[in-house]
Nanobody, 126 residues
Framework: QVHLMESGGDSVQAGGSLRLSCAASGINSLYYCLSWFRQAPGTEREAVARINIRTGDTNYADSVKGRFIISTDSAKKMVFLQMNSLKPEDTAMYYC???????????????????WGQGTQVSVSK
């Protein structure tokens, strides 16, 4: 059973940085995608950053390109989201998600993912 646990959410001022972490247990294969989604009140859950563990392929939402970086540790048991130049519109609950796949890249829709963490709140003030 895959278990995901996020940490690192906080309240920061615009222009600041945060690093989110997700501890992934129960993943015993390289054929997985690990991704970060976010959801603000009244909005749909959106994929922020995705990484294919086997290929290293990464994808980012247009709104975060050049500001956010997704990475994993060498053991592929942790996935990180480095968030720089934060904006008030980045305020949301951030979720770590995972699914097994033989594909080269990772899906961007919530229904692609069958494992989810509980989320960590990021709040960015002006």
């Amino acid at each position: 059973q895959v278990h995901l646990m996020e940490s690192g959410g906080d309240s920061v001022q615009a222009g600041g940085s945060l690093r989110l972490s997700c501890a992934a247990s129960g993943i015993n294969s390289l054929y997985y995608c690990l991704s970060w989604f976010r959801q603000a009140p009244g909005t749909e859950r959106e994929a922020v950053a995705r990484i294919n563990i086997r290929t290293g392929d990464t994808n980012y939402a247009d709104s975060v390109k050049g500001r956010f970086i997704i990475s994993t540790d060498s053991a592929k048991k942790m996935v990180f989201l480095q968030m720089n130049s934060l904006k008030p519109e980045d305020t949301a609950m951030y979720y770590c998600a995972a699914y097994g796949t033989y594909a080269e890249s990772c899906g961007a829709r919530p229904f692609n993912y069958n494992y989810w963490g509980q989320g960590t709140q990021v709040s960015v003030s002006k």
